[in-house]
């Protein structure tokens, strides 16, 4: 199951961000791209860490990803149908044995994302290969072991029961796999029906544990994300529990008619019946639902406005894209800035705020070099190296920005060297929007290489006069503001230059 989702969702590259940011508008909508995505990724896990970056980012509400939170879980369910439809009933083991050769040998020799698409078939043969090497052992397993010695019928064996398929599910650190250890061990005739179901519930609750490791340590975002998850199968699965009694009747009674006993195919219908019945419930309510949820988890701590969650790191992608978000909300911060100390206006707060976007301009560049890297992609290399150019450039600013010369720069002798600066920010902020015009980098580079040649010509006309003690002084202090307005000019134009590059790779 991890090669097949891992590999499916790296071979997808921007096509889970698509769908997502395609379909979450009303409830209904989130619910959908939320299903889709993840019957599609094999992974409630892709699904929510790319839901995570969506919200830290601000490209979707948190009442949106309540929806989507809603529809991965239904989505997770698609795996129990696809094994009790086609794996117990054909042994694909044998004959998937020549696509896990294939998908290894396109995960060696393969370029690009393809080497992906080869893990994920290599995934799926050997998820069938071992769905038949299971079956095989709880043939033997049901023989010497049964569970009839365990309470039968009620409430209460039906929950310790549960309580079992949660702990399996915790151990396995996957749902799909417990799921698809219970429909083997039904099919053998190891556990019954009654038995099954209640592990099913189990599991559909358990598999929010890896939402909680997720959500340790991370930002406020992934915290209330997990937590929406949680809260969403836990009310699920008790509502599973509450309908299985009703169920089981319908299922023994329809079993006695056509003469056939509930299978595995019954198991995968409970399991979306009340995953889907959780969804009617709670959909209608998504907002008074989020609102629980931010209370549940307020966000007291202040902390620097960024995005930046480890969680991330699962999708590259997705962390890339939001880093440069992030980068270039402190690159519109240091602009700010900038411009006020321009205009000899610099807020109270310059002190402050310079210090936090340093704190999150370390942490990007620690949180860019943890982004994985395949060899063979030169898109991702290109916007990883893009990145920490840019981040470098930023922090030079800052450190500009910090210490900048105790001079008045509203001077006229600065006038010209504040008036390149003006139109290099100007710019700088134009391409942040994407608003600046088609030749901006250009303009920027002039603007840039002016300040360079006026820093010169400056400096040697004041080398050149006579000077006394006084005029020494005066000397140093001029060339000083000039060589502030070149380097902070040079910055500014190299970190613009870089971000467009970033913006560029991941195209």
Request: hydrophobic residues 50%.
């Amino acid at each position: 199951m991890m090669l097949l989702s891992e590999g499916l969702v790296a071979f997808a590259g921007g096509s889970l961000k698509q769908i997502l940011l395609a379909f979450t508008g009303r409830p209904i909508k989130a619910f959908a791209s939320g299903a889709l995505i993840t019957a599609l990724a094999q992974s409630s896990t892709a699904t929510t860490v790319t839901l995570i970056g969506f919200v830290s980012a601000g490209l979707i509400s948190f009442t949106q990803a309540i929806g989507v939170v809603i529809g991965a879980s239904l989505g997770n369910t698609a795996t129990g149908w696809i094994i009790s439809g086609l794996g117990l009933k054909v042994n694909l083991g044998f004959y998937t044995l020549p696509l896990i050769g294939l998908g290894a040998l396109l995960k060696l020799l393969a370029p690009g994302r393809h080497k992906e698409l080869g893990r994920a078939l290599a995934g799926f043969g050997t998820l069938f290969l071992g769905l038949s090497m299971l079956q095989d052992g709880m043939q033997g397993l049901a023989a010497n072991f049964s569970l009839a010695h365990l309470p039968a019928g009620g409430y209460g064996a039906h929950l310790l029961i549960m309580l079992t398929g949660l702990a399996l599910t915790a151990v396995l650190q996957s749902s799909t796999a417990a799921i698809a250890m219970t429909l083997t061990a039904l099919d053998a005739g190891a556990i019954s029906f009654d038995q099954a179901a209640a592990i099913v519930v189990g599991a559909s609750i358990g598999t929010t544990l890896t939402g909680v490791l997720v959500a340790i340590g991370g930002t406020i975002y992934a915290k209330r994300t997990a937590i929406a998850y949680i809260l969403f199968n836990v009310i699920a699965g008790l509502l599973g529990l509450l309908i299985l009694p009703l169920f089981l009747k319908a299922m023994y009674a329809t079993g006695s008619y056509i003469n056939t006993p509930p299978g595995a195919l019954g198991l995968a219908a409970f399991h979306s019946l009340f995953i889907g019945l959780g969804a009617a419930l709670c959909l209608p309510f998504t907002q008074p639902f989020a609102r629980w949820v931010q209370k549940l988890v307020p966000d007291r701590a202040a902390r620097p406005p960024h995005h930046l969650d480890d969680s991330l790191l699962q999708v590259p992608a997705l962390a890339l894209e939001t880093t440069q978000r992030t980068l270039q909300e402190q690159a519109q911060r240091l602009l700010n800035l900038y411009q006020h100390s321009l205009a000899m206006s610099r807020p109270d707060t310059a002190a402050t705020d310079l210090q936090q976007i340093g704190t999150v301009l370390d942490q990007a560049y620690e949180f860019v070099l943890r982004i994985p890297s395949a060899a063979d992609d030169p898109a991702v290399a290109a916007h990883i190296s893009a990145l920490l150019h840019a981040i470098d450039h930023m922090q030079r600013l800052r450190g500009r920005l910090q210490y900048q010369p105790g001079t008045d720069l509203l001077d006229q002798r600065y006038q010209h060297a504040r008036s390149l600066a003006s139109e290099l920010t100007t710019l700088a902020q134009q391409s942040l929007h994407a608003q600046a015009p088609v030749d901006w980098q250009e303009q920027m580079q002039v603007r840039a290489q002016s300040q360079a040649q006026l820093l010169d010509t400056v400096r040697g006309q004041l080398l050149a006069a006579p000077q006394g003690q006084d005029d020494v002084s005066r000397t140093l202090r001029i060339t000083d503001t000039h060589r502030w307005f070149e380097r902070s000019s040079q910055h500014i134009w190299r970190a613009s230059h870089y971000l467009e590059l970033a913006r560029q790779a991941k195209r």
